[in-house]
């Protein structure tokens, strides 16, 4: 691994702290993320013609950001109750966000977009690696590091899963470009109310045990991280091929796409034909419930599985899949999402870190957000990477590319699979439809 220099670390809190958003409880969608870790991405850029500027610059715009975002300047607090339950919420305290300024001086642009795997380099580009959010107590909801390479720029944020999910991640990030370019108002400001919902009521009471509590790293072993661009042409003719196979034009190009690496993934594995397979597929709640507008600061994601036995799911083709999962995301209505929170509430579930079974795949990101649109002032972004906390065997990543209207696929696999994958004539016809 490259080696990473580090210059300056400060807090940076925002310009005028906010009187109307002093306090924004959390919702199960929030909670129930509270023993992983931080959402981590981060785009790389050329270095703009005058860098000796660019640090104070993006400390500046930074802090006028987070005028319009305080929960990310702010930190999460507790009420322990008698029963023995605790409450979160944020407290919007503008104890600033973490900005550090690092260099990596012998490495080039090139270093990171050429090699076919994601050099783990990258890894070093990211702030709060192991940190649960459930910690945000004490430590900063928002953490940005500038590194400086020979002829780019790497900006990435570390964000609280508990406050933010991938939209409002990188909302966050579009107006903070804006603001960079010189905007003095954003052009979709956040909206922080929460939804109600009948018979729910703040601040949510869940019961935490001390564990909980304990720091406890996963390491999740040797891993591989590949991307797989496919051109707006081909991802055309997959789902074509999907919707040709079912009879049906439903399939979205989405669907298509992640059954063809959930086909291939377990097919490489030689599972037996009678094993019961799964994909976990990451629904956005903000298009499904009327409540939530598209600026819904928070997290608006919902967890569905889909499964099919992987003899089913490799011999009944790339079609059978697409639609299975089609059903899965058609079925999940409002209702659903409005049973599920009533649901969470008297039965709290919180996600925890650990290895995934060999017969699962764990999907996230979406190819909606608006990654490449974020000119800081001097252009757009000519790559987007994640973090290590982004890195668990069979963890399937789906994100706009450069161009408009491709898609990158990002895979994490054992050495084994991903090396198979390569070699697998399936898969790469399947990449040559």
Same mark, same amino acid.
């Given at each position: 691994?490259?080696?990473?220099?580090?210059?300056?670390?400060?807090?940076?809190?925002?310009?005028?702290?906010?009187?109307?958003?002093?306090?924004?409880?959390?919702?199960?969608?929030?909670?129930?993320?509270?023993?992983?870790?931080? +959402?981590?991405?981060?785009?790389?850029?050329?270095?703009?013609?005058?860098?000796?500027?660019?640090?104070?610059?993006?400390?500046?715009?930074?802090?006028?950001?987070?005028?319009?975002?305080?929960?990310?300047?702010?930190?999460?607090?507790?009420?322990?109750?008698?029963?023995?339950?605790?409450? #979160?919420?944020?407290?919007?305290?503008?104890?600033?966000? +973490?900005?550090?300024?690092?260099?990596?001086?012998?490495?080039?642009?090139?270093?990171?977009?050429?090699?076919?795997?994601?050099?783990?380099?990258?890894?070093?580009?990211?702030?709060?690696?192991?940190?649960?959010?459930?910690?945000?107590?004490?430590?900063?909801?928002?953490?940005?590091?500038?590194?400086?390479?020979?002829? =780019?720029?790497? /900006?990435?944020?570390?964000?609280?899963?508990?406050?933010?999910? =991938?939209?409002?991640?990188?909302?966050?990030?579009?107006?903070?470009?804006?603001?960079?370019?010189?905007?003095?108002?954003?052009?979709?400001?956040?909206?922080?109310?929460?939804?109600?919902?009948?018979?729910?009521?703040?601040?949510?009471?869940?019961?935490?045990?001390?564990?909980?509590?304990?720091?406890?790293? #996963?390491?999740?072993?040797?891993?591989?991280?590949?991307?797989?661009?496919?051109?707006?042409?081909?991802?055309?003719?997959?789902?074509?091929?999907?919707?040709?196979?079912?009879?049906?034009?439903?399939?979205?190009?989405?669907?298509?796409?992640?059954?063809?690496?959930?086909?291939?993934?377990?097919?490489?594995?030689?599972?037996?034909?009678?094993?019961?397979?799964?994909?976990?597929?990451?629904?956005?709640?903000?298009?499904?419930?009327?409540?939530?507008?598209?600026?819904?600061?928070?997290?608006?994601?919902?967890?569905?599985?889909?499964?099919?036995?992987?003899?089913?799911?490799?011999?009944?083709?790339?079609?059978?899949?697409?639609?299975?999962?089609?059903?899965?995301?058609?079925?999940?209505?409002?209702?659903?999402? /409005?049973?599920?929170?009533?649901?969470?509430?008297?039965?709290?579930?919180?996600?925890?870190?650990?290895?995934?079974?060999?017969?699962?795949?764990?999907?996230?990101?979406?190819?909606?957000?608006?990654?490449?649109?974020?000119?800081?002032?001097?252009?757009?972004? /000519?790559?987007?990477?994640? =973090?290590?906390?982004?890195?668990?065997? =069979?963890?399937?990543?789906?994100?706009?590319?450069?161009?408009?209207?491709?898609?990158?696929?990002?895979?994490?696999?054992?050495?084994?699979?991903?090396?198979?994958?390569?070699?697998?004539?399936?898969?790469?016809?399947?990449?040559?439809?």
């Amino acid at each position: 691994m490259a080696s990473i220099r580090f210059i300056s670390s400060r807090i940076i809190q925002a310009g005028s702290r906010s009187k109307e958003t002093d306090r924004i409880d959390l919702t199960p969608w929030d909670l129930k993320h509270l023993l992983v870790g931080y +959402l981590q991405a981060g785009l790389l850029f050329h270095k703009p013609k005058l860098p000796e500027a660019l640090i104070h610059h993006l400390q500046t715009s930074l802090s006028r950001t987070l005028d319009f975002f305080p929960p990310l300047a702010g930190r999460l607090a507790t009420i322990e109750h008698e029963d023995k339950t605790t409450s #979160f919420f944020i407290d919007c305290n503008n104890a600033g966000a +973490l900005f550090v300024h690092a260099t990596a001086e012998n490495v080039n642009i090139s270093d990171l977009v050429e090699p076919v795997y994601v050099p783990e380099t990258v890894d070093a580009f990211f702030q709060l690696d192991g940190v649960k959010n459930i910690k945000g107590t004490s430590k900063p909801l928002l953490a940005v590091q500038v590194t400086e390479l020979v002829d =780019g720029i790497f /900006i990435t944020c570390s964000a609280n899963h508990s406050v933010v999910d =991938g939209a409002s991640f990188w909302h966050f990030f579009n107006s903070w470009s804006e603001i960079s370019r010189g905007f003095d108002y954003l052009s979709r400001p956040p909206i922080f109310k929460r939804p109600l919902i009948d018979d729910i009521h703040y601040p949510i009471r869940i019961p935490l045990q001390k564990e909980h509590i304990q720091e406890r790293f #996963f390491q999740p072993g040797n891993l591989k991280v590949r991307v797989f661009n496919f051109r707006k042409e081909s991802i055309v003719r997959i789902k074509r091929k999907a919707n040709a196979e079912m009879n049906t034009d439903k399939i979205s190009s989405l669907q298509a796409l992640l059954s063809l690496f959930w086909q291939s993934i377990m097919r490489i594995r030689q599972m037996d034909p009678n094993q019961e397979t799964m994909i976990f597929l990451v629904i956005g709640v903000r298009q499904k419930l009327q409540e939530l507008p598209e600026e819904y600061f928070g997290n608006a994601i919902h967890s569905a599985e889909v499964s099919l036995k992987a003899g089913e799911l490799v011999e009944k083709g790339l079609g059978n899949a697409a639609w299975e999962i089609n059903q899965v995301v058609a079925n999940h209505r409002e209702e659903n999402f /409005i049973n599920f929170v009533k649901w969470w509430v008297n039965s709290p579930l919180l996600f925890q870190t650990g290895p995934m079974m060999n017969y699962a795949l764990l999907t996230g990101n979406s190819p909606r957000f608006d990654i490449y649109g974020n000119d800081f002032g001097w252009g757009r972004p /000519i790559a987007m990477s994640h =973090g290590a906390e982004s890195k668990c065997d =069979g963890l399937v990543t789906v994100s706009p590319a450069v161009e408009e209207g491709d898609i990158e696929i990002k895979v994490c696999l054992s050495p084994e699979t991903i090396q198979a994958m390569e070699n697998d004539e399936d898969f790469i016809a399947a990449l040559n439809i």
